[in-house]
């Protein structure tokens, strides 16, 4: 269960066909959010080849920190993949792109330089281990336009593990329904999210 710092739940679900060409779907997983924190970054802080950029002047940057905590499966399942995708409206792009876990056992790859399309995919560094729900924190430098107001955008994602039953283990993947809007103040760090579970 998520703790009292949790912000949002984005719960997963599998789509399991029934009779016929019908469908249902079961909640499996879920990501627990905490509350983000902000803080202004000074020029000098910045990547060198961002400091040399000519629209420096013009824009603002903010170091922004999101943990997040895979569910708990349930006995006799392992997380094999786990993908979260954090998309921005507007003109908002990452600068650096980077996330720290917990668990060692588990590789973190990041993706979204340059982007309003920031991923994090978790997959465990020995093939074919599977991995259980750690912490994890994800972090971003923004760029944003010079004007102070509150960017929005989604929180989505998606997870494959492995389900053993009857001594049979098969792949399933789970996914939200749809992904979490979001608004968040990089002034004052308030967080508002909507469709959190």
Not at 127 to 132: I, M, Q, V
Not at 151 to 165: E, K, L, P
Request: proline fraction near 7%; charge should be negative; charged fraction near 25%.
């Amino acid at each position: 269960m998520p703790g009292t710092g949790t912000a949002a739940v984005l719960d997963l679900f599998v789509e399991e066909p029934v009779l016929g060409n019908d469908s249902r779907f079961l909640r499996e997983a879920g990501i627990a959010f905490g509350h983000p924190t902000v803080a202004r970054v000074g020029d000098d802080e910045l990547p060198e080849p961002v400091k040399r950029r000519p629209d420096l002047r013009e824009r603002h940057f903010f170091a922004l920190r999101l943990p997040f905590d895979l569910e708990e499966l349930r006995s006799g399942q392992r997380y094999l993949r786990a993908a979260v995708r954090v998309t921005f409206d507007g003109d908002v792009r990452g600068v650096t792109v980077s996330c720290t876990t917990s668990d060692e056992a588990i590789e973190v790859r990041t993706f979204g330089v340059g982007r309003s399309e920031l991923s994090y995919v978790l997959s465990p560094r020995r093939e074919g281990s599977g991995f259980a729900p750690s912490a994890q924190l994800a972090a971003v430098v923004l760029e944003t336009p010079l004007r102070p107001a509150p960017v929005a955008g989604t929180i989505d994602a998606s997870v494959t593990f492995t389900h053993r039953q009857f001594g049979v283990s098969t792949r399933k993947e789970a996914e939200p329904e749809r992904p979490l809007r979001f608004i968040l103040d990089l002034a004052s760090g308030s967080y508002v999210v909507d469709g959190a579970g």
